[in-house]
């Protein structure tokens, strides 16, 4: 009993410790996805969805809930949008080449097809990010429209 109660003291100052350490914050004031959108011209409906649903992992602002200040789930978070940005990131849409953007909007048709983005453990948290089969279906048609261009990009001239 008595280690016990000394495992939870522990258990319990490790905790309070780790509050003073917070992860680098993921925050970009502005309009971040200017050259995204302008490029790929989504209607307004298609941008909300972009905002509620993919932004906060796939862009360089994310908009935090009060928990992410309570350390580890800050950490747990912030892997998330690291690894989320890794993979796609609608700030940073100028450094993609043609053949990368139509790939990635590709992924975006697909994974959204297939009910996996936002991630499961998201939508727990945020309930309106989950997407309705409208949202979906508008999508992929923007999907095929923009790749269009890009693949027209592609030919040579
Ligand atoms: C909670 C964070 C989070 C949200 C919200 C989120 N994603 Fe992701 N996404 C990730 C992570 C992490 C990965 C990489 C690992 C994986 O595939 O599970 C990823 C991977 C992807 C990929 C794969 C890219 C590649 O190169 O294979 C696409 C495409 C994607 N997401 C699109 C979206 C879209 C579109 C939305 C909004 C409808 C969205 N994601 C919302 C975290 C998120």
Redesign the pocket.
């Known amino acids: 009993m008595k280690l016990l109660k000394r495992i939870s003291l522990l258990v319990v100052v490790v905790f309070i410790a780790m509050q003073f350490f917070s992860p680098t914050k993921n925050v970009s004031p502005g309009n971040h996805t200017k050259v995204f959108i302008t490029e790929t011209n989504p209607t307004p409906e298609l941008q909300n969805?972009?905002e509620n649903?993919?932004y906060?992992?796939?862009s360089n602002n994310t908009e935090y809930p009060w928990y992410n200040n309570i350390a580890p789930i800050s950490y747990w978070m912030a892997n998330?949008v690291n690894?989320?940005k890794e993979?796609?990131n609608f700030s940073e849409w100028e450094k993609y080449s043609l053949d990368k953007k139509d790939h990635?909007l590709e992924?975006?048709e697909e994974?959204?097809i297939e009910g996996?983005?936002?991630?499961l453990e998201?939508t727990y948290t945020h309930g309106d990010?989950k997407?309705t089969e409208g949202q979906v279906n508008d999508l992929v048609e923007w999907v095929k429209q923009t790749r269009i261009i890009y693949q027209l990009g592609k030919q040579p001239k």
């Open positions: 969805i972009f649903s993919c906060d992992c796939h998330h690894e989320g993979h796609l990635l992924e975006i994974e959204v996996n983005m936002p991630l998201y990010a997407l």
